[in-house]
């Protein structure tokens, strides 16, 4: 039962936390999150457990996509702070064992960024070939029907030097060209420059499209896409011992290992988004979520665990800041959020993988609904609805498309406590407070013992106490359940048996041959704890536990 054994790397068992400043705390109170408060909150992070820091774009920008847009890699945005603020951040991290892991967002850059404010001079400028420009078609219009995810075609025209450029996401961002040996040599620099002053790693922003070939059509998973990230990996943070983790929607199993696999030096681990995908519309995507089925959702977890087992590495996640919250999501947000919340974070961190958890996730924090378009921020949401509604998509069914997956439902400020503003700020948050702070927030958490915090706290620290959580290997239980996700860890005689109920409703399950009468010890639970097994038990809805055993060894 032994897996292939992996040299082992700090950040295997490490938890990470993912801050989107804008929305964490705002310390000078100007509405918007900021690096100072983002230090104030650090004894919080530490109480929690956590070890790294996944820190959404801090950097100098115009803010067209919250920061995604940068125009100074090597500067930080005045509303988060100064460089010695960043700088301050980095030490205060560390004095606390906590690793800061930069957003690297160098698939595109911001249009204001100097290099693209020269490249739109003329034809000739130096920085021309930095960016990806095209003859207009005969009649003058776009090179090809490329669309942006953003809405709207991929080219936009620039009327100075006659020629379109290429944008993936907004017209704000125009998409680096890579194929120039000058851009990859500059973010090389950048990045070391980062390093050096003490960052833990990156996390590469739509990795995947950096090998893009336009011509051919080809954006995602380039031919250049890989031999790219090994010359970074040598240039860069590979003798650094730092974490890595791309962002990889288009990442199959097989792709996922060419990225993680340790022998061909690329990157820690990937984000892949088959668990989040299996849930939108096969055409309209996300804006047409789709009823949420646990037996296929099991049967991609079962397939990452097993191709990943022993040549790549698992992110483990329900959400980030694009994403819906997990509990609005797979759980309940009514009677039963509490339960439901912990039982997703027991599903999902003890499978084999590194987990992430996203700012609020561990309060159980929910997606929000505003009655109003304009109380929405985020450019994909209002650029999709203007879009959509203008070609005939009511306004109701986009709507529940937003409230569904639409990516500020992350992104409301923090709920710290139930003062203005939910402490997030005294003066008007950039984005609405989800008016359930009162009830859901940090400070609520943090004096009940029973709490979805506390419930996060321990299993981070039994990630640290219970090797086999992150080296045993995965073993699926009951996969034709309906509404129970149940699985093993093993590793030689020692096995951890997980088992969570999906559903609302009171189970009685006939437990798999191998955990019948198991006499073991109770690791977490969220009802009563369970140390012995009978050959059948009764669940409550969203119950969930884990049982550490030794097996008889044959
Ligand atoms: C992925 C990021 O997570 C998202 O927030 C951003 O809008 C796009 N990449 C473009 O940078």
Redesign the pocket.
Known sequence: MDSKVLAKKWWHNAVVYQIYPRSFCDANNDGIGDIAGIISKLDYLQQLGINIIWLSPVYKSPMD?NG?DISDYQDIAAEFGTLAEMENLIAEAKQRDIQIVMDL?V??TSDEHPWFVEAKKSKDNPYRDYYIWRQPQADGSAPNDFHSYFGGSGWEFDETTGEYYFHQ?SKR?PDLNWENPKVQTEVHNMMNWWLDKGIGGFRM??IDLIGKEIDQKVMANGARLHPLLQEMNKATFGHRDALTVG?AWSATPEIAKLYSDPARNELSMVFQFEHITIGWHPQHGKWEPQAFDLIKLKKVFTKWQTELADNGWNSLFWD???LPRAVSKYGDTGEFRVESAKMLATALHFLKGTPYVYQGEEIGMTNVRFDSIDDYQDI?SLNLYYERTAAGVPHEKMMEGIYANG?DNARTPMQWNNEINAGFSIAKPWLKVNPNYTEINVQAALNEPDSVFFHYQKLIKLRKEQPIMTYGQYIPLLEDHPDVFAYLRAQDDDRIVVINNFSAKKITLSLPAEVQYIKGQSLISNYQSHHNLADEITLQPYESFAVAYKQPMA
């Open positions: 996509d995604y967002v698939n595109h996401f961002q922003d739509v962002e980030n800041h694009d994909e990516r």
